[in-house]
């Protein structure tokens, strides 16, 4: 069983930026893919990115070009990096563990989450 602790959300001007982390511990990440959730409040959780154990990395569309997916496999962490903040990005993060690649981009596509962070985007 591995037990993943995300970190790092707070509030944040709008064009700010945040770096989220996700730590594991009870298993290593190394052969596993890793995403990136959000819940704003109201919505359903949706999909944010996504890094394979191969490193490769995919973003939602609405994220793309300002937040970064990465992974650290001696630490046993996966980061987000978050940049050029807007209201909209406004949720709580949860980092998840991929348990079936074909639905990397899905909820059900992972089996183990973080209690989540959040983050504001205020001014």
């Known amino acids: 069983q591995v037990q993943l602790v995300e970190s790092g959300g707070g509030l944040v001007q709008p064009g700010g930026s945040l770096r989220l982390s996700c730590t594991a511990s009870?298993?290593?990440?190394?052969?596993?893919?890793m995403g990136w959730f959000r819940q704003a409040p109201g919505k359903e959780r949706e999909f944010v990115a996504a890094?394979?154990?191969?490193?490769?990395?995919d973003y939602a569309q609405s994220v793309k070009g300002r937040f970064t997916i990465s992974r650290d496999n001696s630490k046993n962490t996966v980061s987000l990096q978050m940049n050029s903040l807007n209201a909209e990005d406004t949720a709580v993060y949860y980092c998840?563990?991929?348990?079936?690649?074909?639905?990397?981009?899905?909820?059900?596509?992972?089996?183990?989450w973080g209690q989540g962070t959040q983050v504001t985007v205020s001014s």
């Open positions: 998840a563990r991929s348990k079936y690649i074909p639905a990397i981009y899905a909820i059900s596509g992972y089996d183990s």
């Open positions: 009870g298993r290593t990440l190394s052969s596993y893919a």
């Open positions: 890094i394979w154990y191969t490193s490769r990395t």
